[in-house]
T-cell receptor, first 109, second 114 residues
Framework: GQNIDQPTEMTATEGAIVQINCTYQ??????LFWYQQHAGEAPTFLSY??LDGLEEKGRFSSFLSRSKGYSYLLLKELQMKDSASYLC??????????WGAGTKLIIKP | SQTIHQWPATLVQPVGSPLSLECTVE??????LYWYRQAAGRGLQLLFY??????ISSEVPQNLSASRPQDRQFILSSKKLLLSDSGFYLC?????????????FGEGSRLTVL
């Protein structure tokens, strides 16, 4: 079966750095997404990786290793507004998105 | 620019009552349209997707149905709601033939079945 694993919850301090990991086992691979979802709101797009390596976008970076079935989202200079759930999703061989359950990130002052 | 709207935002319904959630997209034509459900603490579950008017694919057998009467309108319905239908429902669209598969979500509809 297809599976996306990410930690259920993480806690970090304002101003610090946090890394949210995602491992996947899917039938084929056409890219990996990270979405941010604030409580009670719809997910919003953060990043898309299809080749191995690091994609940097401001305070957020996303890394992909296709051979290891592994990705991480790195958040730097954490702000209170970064408190949210972070969803990892993989586009499989049929171009269907397979979603992880999300990682709830709690930022403490 | 493209926008997507869904309504109602919040719904409290008794078991056995009907359901209708509506979603419309503006600023694009012939989009892929999706209905997802998100139960508390779980990942997004794809319920239905549509690649064109009248074309609906169901991913999970259930008492829900979907219709696409117009190119940019997608409706989620039920004749009789179950307690297990409670959740956060999200409509989304993507560009057909876009290999990145990026989804753009509506605001979400929170359904509570009592």
């Amino acid at each position: 079966g297809q599976n996306i694993d990410q930690p259920t919850e993480m806690t970090a301090t304002e101003g610090a750095i946090v890394q949210i990991n995602c491992t996947y086992q899917t039938s084929g691979f056409n890219g990996l997404f990270w979405y941010q979802q604030h409580a009670g709101e719809a997910p919003t797009f953060l990043s898309y990786n299809v080749l191995d390596g690091l994609e940097e976008k401001g305070r957020f970076s996303s890394f992909l290793s296709r051979s290891k079935g592994y990705s991480y989202l790195l958040l730097k200079e954490l702000q209170m507004k970064d408190s949210a759930s972070y969803l990892c999703a993989v586009l499989d061989s049929n171009y269907q998105l397979i979603w992880g359950a999300g990682t709830k990130l709690i930022i403490k002052p | 620019s493209q926008t997507i709207h869904q309504w109602p935002a919040t719904l409290v319904q008794p078991v056995g009552s009907p359901l209708s959630l509506e979603c419309t997209v503006e600023g694009t034509s012939n989009p892929n349209l999706y209905w997802y459900r998100q139960a508390a603490g779980r990942g997004l579950q794809l319920l239905f997707y549509s690649v064109g008017i009248g074309q609906i694919s169901s991913e999970v057998p259930q008492n829900l149905s979907a219709s696409r009467p117009q190119d940019r309108q997608f409706i989620l319905s039920s004749k009789k709601l179950l307690l297990s239908d409670s959740g956060f429902y999200l409509c989304a669209w993507s560009v057909i033939r876009d290999d990145t598969g990026e989804l753009f979500f509506g605001e979400g509809s929170r359904l509570t079945v009592l």
